[in-house]
């Protein structure tokens, strides 16, 4: 609706709460106590002596001047609500014309809506949270993860694969119908037929579909007459004409190359996105280990399912264009021609085609507000930078990457360990105290073979600070306490950085 539309529906309320005013009024003003009711002043129960002279005195007076005020007033309340009640009817008349007339505007109002007390309806419902940030509830090290909607997938194929598997092995025709009951039975999910195209676009190869009747069913509501959906697994050919198994190990292989086809989809989303990058970052596939930290993997688009055989359609004759339509190749030529002229001549004329729009020039990249003064070439390098540390997360290996991670703690270590050596007076301490005195201190809960990984690689980073000696069947942690604790953090962060640019 329009802005004149909305004042008058507002005109129209307006209205009605002033009828409905004047009409609580009215009834205030007409409401009179009678001689029976218990507020009457005449009552004789609840009058005293004293009062009576008085009010005899004016009860000549108080019939006479009541009934005319109640005249006047109930008259004049009586046309203000003929008068309200007549335009409040001719406002909702206006009302109903304007929202019949206009169906459609009540989309584009939804402020309208809202002030009639019908809440606004959301445009799109969103996917749970566990699909929207699965990638980042992963446990274990980053690595190359694929979406939610792609691992249940590739658990949908996995199913399929084992049901077809049994069906073939023993030499039963495998249908849809057989196979979608056995995945939904598996999973607990919904399969179907799209699910089964998405399998052939990213799977070409592993299927043979075709449409095939007179299959027993042993079903009431599948006639053996009727089309059904067969499906082949397709298998390299053994030697001596034996016919092929769908084994363990096939299915084992054939799940890896589904995972492998859903990774290199992946890929493919994820080259498109660092082409996007300002500046755009190239990686080489041999080396990539992990995604980029800001390419969103479960919004990855999904994919699109592969056509796969339909039955074939018998033509019946069902309604009377379809007759027509037939009786139109009974025509003679002339006849036909005549009807294209005819149908050409009262054809409404279309609408030139529009020539393609010319898309306006990107404008130059302007930096944000924050960043106005600050020099063109030092943004340039703080860029390249960043390229360059994304470039090395995103190559970095898992071996590399828990190294990463211990020197990362080994600044906090180092001041739990110096603390433990002055609280225990000693100048060494064994491998075993040290480790179970840091795993109690250390605020992370860790096994003691973990910590003494990191003891060993704070040794290896500061031979002069921490030295390990082996003595018989133990081995002694030695540490400086003398030594500078600032300065040795200092250099322990020092030595994650570097590393981390590597």
């Given at each position: 609706m329009g802005e004149g539309d909305t004042e008058l529906l507002q005109e129209h309320h307006s209205h009605y709460s002033e009828l409905a005013h004047m009409a609580g009024r009215c009834q205030l003003q007409v409401r009179v106590p009678g001689p029976g009711s218990p507020a009457a002043s005449g009552s004789p129960e609840h009058s005293s002596p004293s009062k009576k002279t008085k009010k005899a005195a004016l009860s000549g007076q108080l019939p006479k001047l009541a009934p005319q005020k109640d005249k006047v007033s109930s008259k004049v309340t009586l046309s203000e609500l003929e008068s309200c009640l007549q335009r409040a009817r001719e406002l909702g008349a206006r009302a109903q014309e304007l929202r019949a007339s206009a169906p459609g505007n009540d989309a584009k109002e939804p402020s309208v809506l809202e002030a009639e007390g019908h809440p606004a309806e959301p445009c799109e419902e969103k996917a749970p949270a566990y699909q929207r940030f699965h990638a980042l509830a992963q446990p274990g090290l980053p690595g190359l993860v694929l979406p939610y909607k792609y691992q249940v997938l590739a658990e949908m194929f996995r199913s399929m694969d084992t049901i077809v598997g049994?069906?073939?092995?023993r030499s039963e025709t495998v249908t849809f119908a057989k196979v979608k009951q056995g995945v939904q039975d598996m999973m607990r999910k919904r399969f179907e037929e799209r699910n089964v195209g998405q399998i052939k676009t990213v799977y070409p190869t592993s299927y043979r579909f075709r449409q095939e009747r007179n299959i027993p069913t042993f079903k009431d509501n599948v006639k053996r007459s009727d089309y059904?959906?067969?499906?082949?697994?397709?298998?390299?050919?053994?030697?001596?004409?034996?016919?092929?198994?769908?084994?363990a190990s096939r299915l084992l292989q054939r799940r890896q190359v589904f995972s492998q086809n859903l990774v290199e989809r992946v890929r493919e989303h994820h080259r498109v996105f660092l082409a996007s990058?300002?500046?755009?970052?190239?990686?080489?596939?041999?080396?990539?280990?992990?995604?980029h930290p800001r390419f969103?993997?479960?919004?990855?688009?999904?994919?699109?399912?592969?056509?796969?055989p339909q039955p074939p359609t018998t033509e019946?004759?069902?309604?009377?264009?379809?007759?027509?339509?037939?009786?139109?190749?009974?025509?003679?030529?002339?006849?036909?021609k005549?009807?294209?002229?005819?149908?050409?001549?009262?054809?409404?004329?279309?609408?030139?085609?529009?020539?393609?729009?010319?898309?306006?020039a990107t404008p130059p990249a302007t930096p944000p507000a924050p960043l106005k003064g600050v020099s063109q070439d030092l943004l340039e390098r703080i860029r390249?930078?960043?390229?360059?540390?994304?470039?090395?997360?995103?190559?970095?290996?898992?071996e590399q990457e828990q190294r990463l991670q211990r020197l990362e703690r080994l600044p906090e270590l180092a001041r739990v360990l110096r603390s433990i050596f002055v609280s225990?007076?000693?100048?060494?301490?064994?491998?075993?105290?040290?480790?179970?005195?840091?795993?109690?201190?250390?605020?992370?809960?860790?096994?003691?073979?973990?910590?003494?990984?990191?003891?060993?690689?704070?040794?290896?980073?500061?031979?002069?600070w921490l030295s390990l000696h082996r003595i018989r069947t133990d081995t002694y942690v030695k540490l400086d306490k003398a030594a500078d604790l600032a300065s040795v953090t200092a250099q322990l962060a020092r030595l994650a950085r570097a590393e981390e640019m590597l």
């Open positions: 049994m069906l073939y092995n059904q959906l067969t499906i082949e697994p397709l298998l390299d050919q053994e030697v001596g004409n034996v016919a092929p198994q769908l084994t990058l300002n500046p755009p970052m190239v990686v080489p596939e041999d080396r990539l280990t992990r995604w969103n993997v479960d919004e990855v688009p999904d994919i699109e399912p592969a056509e796969l019946t004759l069902a309604t009377a264009q379809e007759v027509l339509a037939r009786a139109r190749s009974l025509m003679s030529p002339r006849m036909e005549a009807l294209n002229d005819l149908a050409l001549r009262t054809a409404v004329p279309s609408s030139p085609v529009s020539s393609s729009p010319v898309l306006p390249a930078k960043e390229v360059q540390k994304q470039l090395a997360q995103m190559t970095r290996c898992p225990e007076r000693k100048p060494a301490l064994t491998m075993e105290v040290a480790c179970a005195r840091m795993v109690g201190s250390y605020r992370v809960a860790m096994s003691s073979g973990e910590m003494e990984k990191h003891v060993q690689l704070l040794s290896e980073l500061l031979p002069d």
